[in-house]
Antibody, heavy 120, light 108 residues
Framework: QVQLVESGGALVMPGGSLRLSCAASGFTFSDYHMSWIRQAPGKGMEWLSYITSSGSFIFNADSVKGRFTISRDNAKNSLYLQMNSLTAEDTAVYYC?????????????WGQGTQVTASP | SYVLTQPPTVSVAPGQTASITCGGNNIETKAVHWYQHKPGQAPVLVVYDDTDRPSGIPERFSGSNSGNTATLTISRVEAGDEADYCCQVWDTSSDHAVFGGGTKLTVL
């Protein structure tokens, strides 16, 4: 069965960096586009970044441009999010999500999320 | 950027019908997708492309989209349907996903 497992969330000082990982299993990872999405406390879901199946194209939300970098290693069935210059506003649960294979405009599977807290 | 608006809360008695709306400018021209999210769990896709259900999602969940409002309808609501529900569209002009603010469904 499809599984997405995020890891790497932690308590980090403002201005710090963190690298999140998402381990995929149960499907051919290299066939699917992937995204990172977050949910801050008391807020709705916020889409952050999207990478195509081959890694050739990347799209980012304005809120994270220049600070967050999405990448993937298809040989390791893994998705990553490098986060730099973190602020309190980045405190959230971070999810990786698989784009549907045919439509690619929605997310057919999500992970359970990893908590990132930026606080002194 | 495109904005989706949802009511923060909807309450319904067991066995009744819950309607959760998602408002957006001329949203009927976009494909709307809905997710169910329970605390501590992975979000689950319940309706895609306005009206379609993934396998395993009960027929009680249905969707519609017209004018400036898309609607997720849950018939014969059960206690287990209590969750947050959010709508989503894809802004093809910018290749960005856009989410509504989410609606907490309370089963009385």
């Amino acid at each position: 069965q499809v599984q997405l497992v995020e890891s790497g969330g932690a308590l980090v000082m403002p201005g710090g960096s963190l690298r999140l990982s998402c381990a995929a299993s149960g499907f051919t990872f290299s066939d699917y586009h992937m995204s990172w999405i977050r949910q801050a406390p008391g807020k709705g879901m916020e889409w952050l970044s999207y990478i195509t199946s081959s890694g050739s194209f990347i799209f980012n939300a304005d809120s994270v441009k220049g600070r967050f970098t999405i990448s993937r290693d298809n040989a390791k069935n893994s998705l990553y999010l490098q986060m730099n210059s973190l602020t309190a506003e980045d405190t959230a649960v971070y999810y990786c999500a698989r784009h549907d294979g045919s439509s690619e405009y929605y997310f057919d599977f999500w992970g359970q999320g990893t908590q990132v807290t930026a606080s002194p | 950027s495109y904005v989706l608006t949802q009511p923060p809360t909807v309450s319904v008695a067991p066995g009744q019908t819950a309607s959760i709306t998602c408002g957006g400018n001329n949203i009927e021209t976009k494909a709307v997708h809905w997710y169910q999210h329970k605390p501590g769990q992975a979000p689950v896709l319940v309706v895609y492309d306005d009206t379609d259900r993934p396998s395993g999602i009960p027929e009680r969940f249905s969707g519609s989209n017209s004018g400036n409002t898309a609607t997720l309808t849950i018939s014969r609501v059960e206690a287990g349907d209590e969750a947050d529900y959010c709508c989503q569209v894809w802004d093809t002009s910018s290749d960005h996903a856009v989410f509504g603010g989410g609606t907490k469904l309370t089963v009385l």
